[in-house]
């Protein structure tokens, strides 16, 4: 059974910092490029930050370069997502997502998502 689990979300002062885990289970975590997503009421689902499957490679939407990081232990089967110097407009529903495209098919896993609020 595949599982996405994010968890370290809630309520931070803006300037904070918060860090996002997201733990992965029935899957090959390691052949899957990870990525964050957010959606604040309103508004589409964003793509926020993606890491590859080696971890070589990582990529950011503009509004959070410089201030948010991602990684990954492929050890613990888990992704991060460290947001520093968070914003009112950070807030957002964070999901964790896992993707791997073979020839034939592609492979999408969500986890259930997790609150962020920015508020003072």
């Known amino acids: 059974q595949v599982q996405l689990v994010e968890s370290g979300g809630g309520l931070v002062q803006p300037g904070g910092s918060l860090r996002l885990s997201c733990a992965a289970s029935?899957?090959?975590?390691?052949?899957?490029?990870m990525r964050w997503y957010r959606q604040a009421p309103g508004k589409e689902r964003e793509l926020v930050a993606s890491i590859t499957s080696t971890g070589d490679r990582t990529n950011y939407a503009d509004s959070v370069k410089g201030r948010f990081t991602i990684s990954r232990d492929d050890a613990k089967n888990t992704v991060y997502l460290q947001m520093n110097t968070l914003k009112p407009e950070d807030t957002a529903v964070y999901y964790c997502?896992?993707?791997?495209?073979?020839?034939?098919?592609?492979?999408?896993?969500w986890g259930q998502g997790t609150q962020v609020t920015v508020s003072s």
């Open positions: 029935g899957f090959t975590f390691i052949t899957y490029t």
């Open positions: 997502n896992a993707n791997k495209r073979a020839i034939f098919k592609e492979y999408v896993y």
